[in-house]
């Protein structure tokens, strides 16, 4: 068995592996680096071909993809694990599967491609279902909590043993929307054995376990129901986050505000949530994604009185063409008032262009008077407890970190040490580009 990384090993963002057994392979996931998408906000990533976005850094460099490949599988609906396939996948030609929530969010996503030849290729695949992709391959879904739906480990079974990526993933009993993780599974795949886990790191550094939904749905209660009652409310957080989305929802049904959704991408998760039946909106709630829908309905909200609304809204990166930073610039007819509260249910994202754009964002609301609340977040990666627990149970005899530059996985290294594994036996670091063989 081969391990090929491809993207995502000396970066936080556009994740890619090929797994390589008897001459096959398959590619798990095809993500995009969101911040150098940021940097290059001006241009048409849409009409640029996949070799520049390659050298631009927003996409994974598949050139390292060694061939034969039969599948594409993608683990979960974030951009750093989708976002390219509109424009990579199609030169392979082979099937596309994820969960039904992750293969409704390929369709959709249509920004870097709108000629997607793969819509036929994608495959929804359910919990517990396994999948004979070729020869060599079978692969299976498994069930993770995340901040999305639907989430899942990407598990492989081959001759040469069974791999299980776990690229996004945080153990939540309480996620408030979306079932628990699938731990007997999990607890099954570690008893019959597990050759290799690879494994992300993000947040390995964290010496805690990752607090549950449950707790940002309190954090919000908590402090949405001291805001002032008399002003403005808008509560920015991330559109593909339903879960968290709910937990606003429910927020703004006890303090009697009455909840709009604004913006294109609040449209495109919750609109995909609703037609699976994963996500309900409470009666009354609307969703306004197009520019014109958003420019109506803040012009109402003002006439009627903000006092009575509470608007989820995108833009808490400080995104140039979100809601928030539009509001910001005065776009329409709805403008800040001294008072007015802005609360964030997001942490900023940790690279220089996300603090940037958040300062600027902050210092302009600033200026117009209103008021920041923060900190209404919990995260959806995994801490280092959470990860001991999951070596625990799975006890994979080989373990490869990713979705992290190097002061991450050497942390996630060290954490697999103190549980007995030998840097370069049983746990390897590896960078874009470069393969582990394990036999
Ligand atoms: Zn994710």
Known sequence: MEIIAIGGYNEFGRNMTEVKVGGES??????????????HEDTDLSAMDSAELVKRGIFPDDRFVQGNVKAIVISHGHLDHLGAVTKLADKYNVPIYGT????????????????????????????????EVSKNIRIELVHVTHSILQASFIVVHTPDGVLVYANDFKFDDNPGLGEKTDYNRLMELGQEGVKCLIIESTRVMEEERTPSEEIAKKLL???????????????????????RIKSILDTAQLVGRTPVLLGRSMAKYSGIGEKLGLFK????????????????????????????????????????DAILSRISNRDFD????????????????????????????????????ARMIKGLHVSGHAAREDHRYLLRVLNPENII???GDLLMLSSYTELAESMGYELNKDIFLIRNGQKVEIR
């Open 26 to 39: 398959v590619i798990l996931d095809m993500g995009i680096k969101l911040d150098r998408v940021l940097i």
């Open 100 to 131: 039904p929530y992750t293969v409704e969010l390929i369709k959709s996503e249509k920004k870097y491609n709108r000629g997607f030849k793969g819509g036929e290729r994608v495959c929804a695949v359910h919990p517990g279902e396994i999948i």
């Open 221 to 243: 209660d908590d402090t949405i129901s001291r805001c002032d009652e008399d002003a403005g409310l808008i509560v920015t957080t991330f559109s593909s986050h339903l879960p």
């Open 281 to 320: 909106l409470p009666k009354a709630t609307s969703v306004y994604g197009t520019p014109k829908a958003v420019r109506g309905v803040l012009k109402n909200i003002d006439s009627e009185g903000r006092e009575n609304y509470l608007i989820i809204a995108t833009g808490h990166q400080g995104e140039h």
């Open 334 to 369: 709805y403008h800040v008032r001294k008072d007015d509260q802005i609360a964030f249910s997001a942490n900023v994202i940790p690279n220089p262009q996300n603090v940037a754009n958040r300062y600027v964002l902050e210092t302009k609301l600033r200026i117009q008077g």
């Open 401 to 403: 970190p990713c979705h």
